[in-house]
């Protein structure tokens, strides 16, 4: 071995000596205070659940809540796993937005109670965007577009994404109001996978949570339906 590859050999050892045990202090103290803490998310303006994990060992946590002009309520579905309370179900008319909520969770031990504070249009997850389709145009221009209920339409922005099968990264693009997208530069000789999500724009909220991704959709020559076609055939896969 080298003089400097011993001397890196010294030095990462004693960084793992020295900060791996913080690391590990940090991180689990970290995923600690994670699992014990709870979320709420609204989905798509119609339901809400606010969650937590439940450990083994850990009390059974009770949930109360309530906004600046009602009085404290215990929540009245709570979602239950192993017979341990684990989060709340609230129904769309218990949903008050643009007004703070209120939630405090308790249990027989002090160390998981805790008091949190909401506004519930800033918690809106939407569901993602659906028929997704891919068309060619007269120009050799891809065109991508989806729909989105009506609902909130203004209120929408949305994330484009989309990879060729030569690329290791996706190109991302985000837009406000319009429901489609234009690739001008086409390859016919890749092959295109594209996604979209959404989300409530600034305007309207001030939420950081993202729809789950649409389904995918593609366009091109399939390098590898194309070229395995027989094997998959024979496998019984395809
Ligand atoms: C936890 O409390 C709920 C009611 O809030 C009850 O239905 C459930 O049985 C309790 N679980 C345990 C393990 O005590
Ligand atoms: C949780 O808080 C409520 C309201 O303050 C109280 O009535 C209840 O006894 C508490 N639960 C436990 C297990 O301490
Ligand atoms: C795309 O093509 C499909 C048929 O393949 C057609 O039904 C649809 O209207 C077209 N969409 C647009 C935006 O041109």
Redesign the pocket.
């Known amino acids: 071995m080298t003089m400097a590859g011993n001397c890196f050999l010294r030095v990462s050892t004693w960084l793992k000596q020295i900060y791996l045990p913080w690391l590990i202090l940090l991180y689990n103290r970290e995923v600690h205070a994670q699992l014990n803490d709870v979320s709420c998310i609204v989905h798509n303006e119609e339901f809400m659940e606010c969650r937590w994990n439940h450990t083994d060992g850990e009390a059974n946590y009770t949930l109360f809540y309530w906004y600046t002009s009602t009085s404290p309520e215990e929540c009245r579905n709570y979602i239950q796993e192993n017979g341990y309370n684990v989060g709340c179900y609230f129904s769309k008319d218990k949903i008050i937005e643009f007004e703070n909520f209120y939630l405090y969770r308790n249990g027989s031990s002090d160390s998981g109670s805790l008091t949190k504070t909401f506004q519930l249009q800033n918690q809106v997850k939407l569901y993602p965007p659906t028929n997704v ?1 891919l ?1 060619m145009t007269e120009n050799n221009e891809l ?1 991508l ?1 989806w729909e989105t209920p009506a609902k909130l339409l203004e209120c929408r922005m949305y994330e484009i994404r989309h990879r060729s099968n030569k690329d290791k990264v996706w190109q991302v693009q985000v837009i406000t109001a319009q429901t ?1 997208y234009v690739l001008s530069s086409v390859d016919p000789t890749k092959f295109y996978t594209f996604q979209v999500r959404s989300k409530i724009n600034q305007y309207c909220a001030s939420t950081e949570l993202w729809s789950e991704w649409s389904s995918a959709v593609h366009w091109g020559k399939d390098p590898i339906q194309s070229e395995y076609t027989i094997p998959l055939i024979i496998n019984g896969n395809s």
């Open positions: 389709t068309n065109l577009s489609k």
